[in-house]
């Protein structure tokens, strides 16, 4: 019994985590990304006291409804249905530079997968090396096109997060923030009678190189031993809780950002590279509808490699609209990220 008190209140206390900044408690916010592992292993504690003394199993019972707003959050359950019309079709694509070694060509295979979405705004991550060509073929789909590179100039590597829209873009902000090669940018459309803030984001990455992800999933995966995952565990907590520090003041920027143009109509995408418990998303989803939470359905994975299966990819939106079916597609593999895609209806 006392075990599964300790870990019905390991999974609360795990699913409020995203109130703490990590400012203040960089080791302590890393916390959200365990809730999947603490949710299953009540679940089946549950299971388990329901048939072996039923009385014991409020303790689990009560733990679950405690943290379901962190359930919900994480694992939403929503029946699809087909969007009414005149919506606006939304997708957000971190496009991995167009580089993803699996891919024979990810760039013809991003850009023909995009002109079969035929959505109505397209927000790009890591969108640089554009050939000219390709630029033509898509201009053909979203006649209005932009890029706000974000990388700091004495960098080699370059980063960019880009907009493809069928509506003109009337203006473009860079949202200014401490980074050296990520950003977010606003771009205004005009949409019809109406002017729609889009923000765009690509908030501080990780930096767990291929060798760090290998390491983790052997670790996850019981292929470590005892001494060598613990070392791995302190260094892997380092690079996170430095690299989450860096995300919170960015995610407050952005969120100040948004505060201060709340008279328009808004739309919030892009990789957040942070779980759906953490600061950075429940910061920037403040005021704002989480679009796969309140339309989307389960674990919606939207990044894929190395053992770091999490969403990380969002879509949220203003109370001018309401979202439907927002999903990640996950058929097209042209990146180490799937995009998210949300259609949205004026209210």
């Not at 359930?71 to 019309?85: A, D, E, V």
């Not at 606006?88 to 990810?106: A, F, M, R, T, W």
């Not at 003041?249 to 201060?260: D, G, L, P, S, T």
């Not at 990640?328 to 209806?345: E, G, M, R, T, Y």
Request: hydrophobic share 40%; glycine share 4%; aromatic share 10%.
């Amino acid at each position: 019994m006392g075990a599964t008190v300790t870990l019905t209140a390991l999974m609360v206390l795990v699913g409020w985590s995203d109130r703490l900044n990590p400012v203040d408690h960089p080791i302590l916010a890393c916390a959200g990304m365990l809730y999947p592992f603490f949710l299953i292993a009540n679940l089946v504690l549950l299971v388990v006291w329901i048939f072996v003394k039923w009385r014991r199993s409020w303790v689990s019972l009560a733990g679950l409804l405690l943290s379901y707003p962190a359930t919900r959050t994480y694992i939403p359950l929503h029946l699809s249905s087909t969007p009414p019309q005149d919506c606006i079709k939304v997708i957000s694509y971190n496009v991995d530079l167009y580089n993803l070694q699996e891919c024979d060509n990810p760039q013809v295979a991003i850009y023909s997968y995009l002109e079969q979405q035929n959505a109505d705004i397209v927000c790009l991550q890591e969108d640089v090396s554009i050939k000219p060509d390709y630029l033509k073929e898509i201009a053909k789909i979203y006649p209005y096109n932009d890029t706000v590179h974000v990388t700091r100039p004495q960098l080699v590597s370059i980063n960019a997060v880009g907009i493809h829209s069928r509506y003109p873009i009337l203006k473009k902000e860079r949202i200014w923030y401490e980074s050296e090669a990520n950003g977010s940018a606003a771009f205004f459309l005009q949409v019809e009678d109406d002017t729609v803030l889009v923000v765009n984001n690509h908030f501080e990455t990780t930096h767990l190189n291929m060798a760090d992800r290998e390491r983790y999933r052997n670790m996850i995966n019981g292929d470590m031993k005892r001494g060598e995952a613990h070392a791995e565990t302190r260094m892997l907590l380092g690079k996170l809780s430095t690299a989450m520090v860096k995300r919170a003041r960015q995610a407050n920027a952005v969120h100040q950002y948004i505060e201060r143009h709340r008279r328009y109509p808004i739309i919030v995408c892009g990789d957040f590279n942070d779980t759906p418990i953490s600061y950075v998303r429940r910061t920037v989803a403040q005021g704002l509808t989480d679009c796969y939470v309140e339309s989307g359905n389960g674990l919606g994975i939207s990044y894929n490699q190395k053992g770091f299966y999490f969403r990380i990819d969002e879509i949220m939106c203003s109370d001018h609209f309401v979202p439907y079916n927002c999903h990640v597609d996950n058929k097209i593999k042209a990146s180490d990220h799937f995009p998210i895609i949300c259609w949205l209806k004026w209210k």
